[in-house]
């Protein structure tokens, strides 16, 4: 726990580059709400940014957007205040984000761009999955494999899935 009584996330994963969900599943200004509704469901994610012809995010669709609001596409159901970290956004913010603003999901940019989405899970993920480096012992969390270690920059095979104990 941290001094606010919040679980605190692990220090090997710091920041939201390290835990994006990457490429970034999106849909176009012009998309339809059964376009976005098909994306949805095609990718079993609960929302989905907007980005216009230059890959820029202006706005978000999510479920709660397809059920209550009127409309026949991204424009009109989008929510176009989206709150956004960069890749080298702490996670303790990015969690802070997640819980003070009651948001599920956060676009991840880098140099203006998008380039992942981090959800409520995915932090989630860090706290329960730990992988730890063969050859030097390095403890990583995450919901993946690593593709390098941070310590000795060995390559995702060297990475075994640790068990946490019950309770961990």
Do not use: N, Y
């Amino acid at each position: 726990m941290d001094l606010t009584g919040h679980a605190a996330i692990h220090p090997a994963v710091g920041t939201a580059g390290d835990i994006m969900s990457s490429p970034p599943i999106t849909v176009p200004l012009g998309a339809t709400r059964t376009q976005i509704a098909d994306r949805l469901t095609q990718h079993r994610i609960s929302a989905v940014p907007v980005v216009d012809e230059s890959g820029t995010v202006v706005g978000l669709v999510s479920e709660h957007d397809l059920l209550s609001k009127e409309g026949g596409g991204a424009t009109e159901l989008m929510t176009t205040a989206v709150i956004s970290v960069s890749v080298d956004s702490p996670l303790e913010d990015v969690r802070h984000l997640l819980v003070d603003r009651r948001i599920r999901r956060v676009p991840v940019l880098r140099d203006g761009r998008l380039v992942g989405v981090v959800s409520r899970g995915d932090v989630v993920a860090t706290m329960a999955t730990e992988w730890v480096c063969g050859v030097c012992g390095e403890s990583v969390r995450g919901e993946t494999r690593p593709q390098s270690c941070p310590k000795c920059q060995g390559g995702p095979e060297r990475f075994v899935h640790q068990e946490q104990p019950p309770g961990a």
